[in-house]
């Protein structure tokens, strides 16, 4: 590192812990918001104690950014974002981060460093950014994160990166031989999305999967010959709701109450991840972040209500969806701001 770069790794951290107070006013629940970022990934995780978790950032340039932190100060009340997850160095995941971090001081990131097999760098001014610290993440890790006071554990784990998967037992993972049944494998995936850092975040008996854009091969690991991930109650549609992704042994193994798919006004809602979304009997709601609005619209959309943007990228207000969890962790609600939609949901009781 070059002084240029020490000093301004200095100031960053001392800058983190001048604002370490946050103005969060706790309503002893945990949120999730998923920020429109036009076809890419930024989903902002509020815990019972204010602390932040921001897993991807959208696209380079200010509009992404901007909305992140709209949706951090004014809505959440943040001052900070305390964790960031890059979950691989696609543009429309770590582009957002070093305007971001002009724009809101940032704590650790987590992500994939630079490592052997690397299909696609980020670039310099992504290496650069002002944060706290940076740490290279690995199946099993956990993020360390603040225990509410009363009200169930928290925990925000690394299920795979890079190809590699958090070990069965340490998950108590049960054998899941039968899914193969449902693995038709596709095209090997040589790009990065392959290497997506996969979380799982519990409260409770409460669970939400994000695996990035974790490609279908690289998916079919998770759920065989052991099930890694368990039976989730809100599920993030993989890759925007990309059909080579959200293999169907997965959605079958992971049997969500809720799927949130964080897909463009072109991009995502494939006719594929919709069929093969309806196949799951536990599934009652799918979320859109952004109405598809590609000539198969009429049919690969889910009712308006539901979704959060219905413009094209150039005339979108960039609204969110917000998912908010009881403080005791076993019931949700999410809410569509921009219809005035809300319903509620159990959380599945966990075996
Ligand atoms: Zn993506």
Not at 83 to 91: A, K, N, P, S
Not at 132 to 157: E, F, Y
Not at 188 to 197: K, T, Y
Not at 330 to 335: C, D, L, Q, T
Request: proline share 5%; hydrophobic share 40%.
């Amino acid at each position: 590192m070059n002084i240029r770069y020490f000093l301004l790794a200095l100031f960053a951290s001392i800058g983190f812990l001048f604002v370490s107070s946050v103005s969060y006013s706790a309503d002893g629940k945990l949120h999730i918001y998923w920020i429109d970022t036009e076809g890419g990934a930024a989903t902002l995780i509020v815990t019972p104690q204010g602390e932040s978790v921001l897993v991807d950032t959208g696209n380079p340039g200010l509009r992404d950014a901007d909305r992140i932190v709209k949706a951090a100060t004014r809505e959440a009340g943040l001052k900070r974002i305390d964790h960031l997850v890059i979950t691989h160095f696609h543009r429309d995941h770590f582009g957002g981060a070093a305007t971001l971090a002009t724009l809101i001081p940032i704590g650790r990131v987590y992500d994939n460093g630079i490592f052997e097999g690397l299909s696609e760098r980020p670039d310099q001014s992504y290496l650069e950014f002002s944060c706290a610290g940076r740490s290279v993440i690995n199946p099993g890790d956990t993020i360390a994160l603040k225990q509410p006071t009363s009200g169930p554990q928290l925990r925000l784990m690394c299920l795979a990166a890079r190809k590699q998967y958090i070990k069965p037992d340490l998950v108590q993972a049960k054998e899941n031989r039968d899914i193969a049944s449902l693995h038709r494998p596709k095209e090997r995936d040589g790009s990065d999305n392959a290497n997506s850092i996969v979380l799982l975040l519990s409260y409770g008996d409460f669970r939400f999967f994000d695996g990035g854009d974790l490609t279908w091969n690289q998916e079919f690991e998770l759920v065989h010959p052991y099930n890694l991930v368990g039976q989730v109650d809100v599920y993030q549609v993989t890759h925007h709701g990309l059909d080579s992704s959200n293999n169907p042994a997965v959605l079958q193994s992971l049997k969500p109450t809720i799927a949130v798919m964080n897909n463009g006004h072109i991009k995502g809602c494939m006719p594929d991840v919709f069929a093969d979304l309806k196949e799951v009997s536990t599934l009652k709601a799918t979320y859109q972040v952004h109405k598809n609005l590609r000539p198969d619209g009429s049919v690969n959309n889910v009712p308006d209500d539901f979704i959060a943007n219905h413009h094209p990228a150039d005339k979108c207000e960039g609204h969110f969806i917000k998912l908010s969890v009881a403080a005791d962790g076993g019931n949700y609600s999410v809410a569509v701001p921009a219809t005035k939609h809300t319903a509620n949901y159990m959380t599945v009781p966990k075996l």
